[in-house]
């Protein structure tokens, strides 16, 4: 039973640029999360994704967008990266009407110079 | 909003012995969940243990069990007979439960790094 997948592991990234990053959930979820950890800090919730729409999101510029695939995998992009976008991208799963828990990928290591 | 606290940025216990994360919380809502999760160096973010607000049993994993004092809105957790493979970063994360099947997200602590010793 695969867990959830990230790509890529690391990411180096000049400020200006745009990022792509994709997860691919847990068998049999169907909800995506994402949160951004800076280093020394707890994850932030990014925006969650459920039936190709975004169904809640957090305290993020409009430069963080994302997408839901019809395969329930995802992908967060960020336009006009800052050097303040440096951190740990994590993806997480779950299904919408089973337990609450979420399961966590590996996260992307991203860093802007 | 709800608001996730852990006080103690890091923590020391030797092989073998006890050691509490403490966590508090404050939120509105009467019906929610409690995490722990742990993070080691490798990243990768695993899930402890989990409560439901409206169970007053405390939850159990073999040597993780928490203490849920719901009026007091703390949660913490007691790692029994620690292993040097316990070592990681600790977070505390609260989920609503308002509406079953709606979308929630986690509100995480800052973390507590545990180490242990042998």
């Known amino acids: 039973d695969a867990g959830v997948t990230q790509s890529p592991t690391h990411l180096i990234k000049t400020r200006g640029q745009q990022v792509t990053l994709r997860c691919s959930p847990k068998s049999g979820h169907d909800t995506v999360s994402w949160y951004q950890q800076a280093l020394g800090q707890g994850p932030q919730f990014i925006f969650q994704y459920y039936e190709e729409e975004e169904r809640q999101r957090g305290n993020f510029p409009d430069r963080f967008s994302g997408h839901q695939f019809p395969n329930y995998s995802s992908e967060l992009n960020v336009n006009a990266l800052l050097l303040g976008d440096s951190a740990l991208y994590l993806c997480a799963s779950s299904f919408l009407a089973g337990a609450p828990e979420q399961y966590f990928g590996p996260g992307t290591r991203l860093t802007v110079t | 909003a709800q608001t996730v606290t852990q006080s103690q940025p890091e923590m020391s216990v030797q092989e073998a012995e006890t050691v509490t994360l403490s966590c508090t919380y404050d939120?509105?809502?009467?019906?929610?969940?409690l995490f722990w999760y742990k993070q080691p160096p490798s990243r990768q973010m695993i899930l402890v243990i989990r409560?439901?607000?409206?169970?007053?049993q405390n939850a159990t994993e073999n040597r993780f069990s928490v203490n849920f004092q719901k009026a007091a809105k703390s949660f913490s957790l007691k790692i029994s007979d620690s292993q040097l493979g316990d070592a990681a970063m600790y977070f505390c994360a609260y989920r609503s439960a308002k509406g079953t099947g709606t979308a929630s997200k986690l509100t995480f602590g800052t973390g507590t790094r545990l180490q242990v010793t042998l």
């Open positions: 939120t509105s809502e009467s019906d929610y969940y």
């Open positions: 409560q439901e607000a409206y169970k007053q």
